[in-house]
């Protein structure tokens, strides 16, 4: 390797080192939505969101910090307690960026791929054929999981939803009951002194 492929490689990993992946959020979060949530841990240098091939509900990001101390800071911070960005559901999930993650990643050797069509006689043909089964197998598996996970993330959305439209109608009906006298009536019939505060 060149000295200046040297180079530009160390400064790769460097990045590499101050970025962080999440996942789990949701694809109305916008670059300065997340800039805002993670300013708080330090200097948001960059966002490249990561589209979600699979589910379009969901989308993952790479954010890049200005050290590799904030980046560790908020990996661990959201490891130990959940946190949510655009109020969320599900909270959003960290850990540390891995160099196949980045398209735009610097080449360590310039060997070529070549793909080409195997002829049925070829002895590696049966191999290559179970290569191929399998990783449709593992695509459609990670997709039905895919699919599940949103299912449970829906239900506890609508759980919440319902539970915070019942809190809601409990504090109006209090709201209401003091407002219309209520509460002093049946004060006044149960010899009780209402305390203000």
């Given at each position: 390797?060149?000295?200046?492929?040297?180079?530009?490689?160390?400064?790769?990993?460097?990045?590499?080192?101050?970025?962080?992946?999440?996942?789990?959020?949701?694809?109305?979060?916008?670059?300065?939505?997340?800039?805002?949530?993670?300013?708080?841990?330090?200097?948001?240098?960059?966002?490249?969101?990561?589209?979600?091939?699979?589910?379009?509900?969901?989308?993952?990001?790479?954010?890049?910090?200005?050290?590799?101390?904030?980046?560790?800071?908020?990996?661990?911070?959201?490891?130990?307690?959940?946190?949510?960005?655009?109020?969320?559901?599900?909270?959003?999930?960290?850990?540390k960026a891995q160099m196949e993650m980045f398209d735009d990643?610097?080449?360590?050797?310039?060997?070529?791929?070549?793909?080409?069509?195997?002829?049925?006689?070829?002895?590696?043909?049966?191999?290559?054929?179970?290569?191929?089964?399998?990783?449709?197998?593992?695509?459609?598996?990670?997709?039905?999981?895919?699919?599940?996970?949103?299912?449970?993330?829906?239900?506890?959305?609508?759980?919440?939803?319902?539970?915070?439209?019942?809190?809601?109608?409990?504090?109006?009906?209090?709201?209401?009951?003091?407002?219309?006298?209520?509460?002093?009536?049946?004060?006044?019939?149960?010899?009780?002194?209402?305390?203000?505060?």
């Amino acid at each position: 390797m060149e000295p200046s492929a040297e180079a530009e490689y160390a400064a790769f990993q460097e990045k590499v080192k101050r970025t962080i992946y999440l996942d789990n959020l949701s694809h109305q979060v916008t670059k300065a939505v997340l800039e805002n949530a993670l300013n708080q841990f330090g200097n948001v240098m960059n966002v490249q969101f990561i589209p979600a091939y699979f589910m379009s509900s969901i989308c993952a990001a790479l954010v890049e910090m200005e050290s590799i101390k904030q980046a560790e800071e908020i990996i661990r911070d959201v490891g130990e307690s959940p946190f949510m960005i655009s109020g969320m559901p599900r909270p959003v999930r960290a850990q540390k960026a891995q160099m196949e993650m980045f398209d735009d990643r610097p080449k360590k050797s310039h060997k070529r791929i070549v793909c080409h069509w195997m002829d049925p006689s070829h002895p590696n043909f049966e191999v290559a054929k179970k290569f191929k089964n399998l990783t449709k197998k593992h695509a459609a598996e990670a997709s039905f999981l895919m699919e599940q996970q949103l299912a449970e993330e829906e239900k506890l959305h609508n759980q919440q939803a319902e539970t915070l439209k019942a809190n809601y109608k409990k504090y109006e009906l209090i709201d209401g009951a003091q407002n219309d006298g209520t509460v002093k009536r049946l004060a006044a019939c149960y010899n009780t002194k209402l305390m203000d505060g």
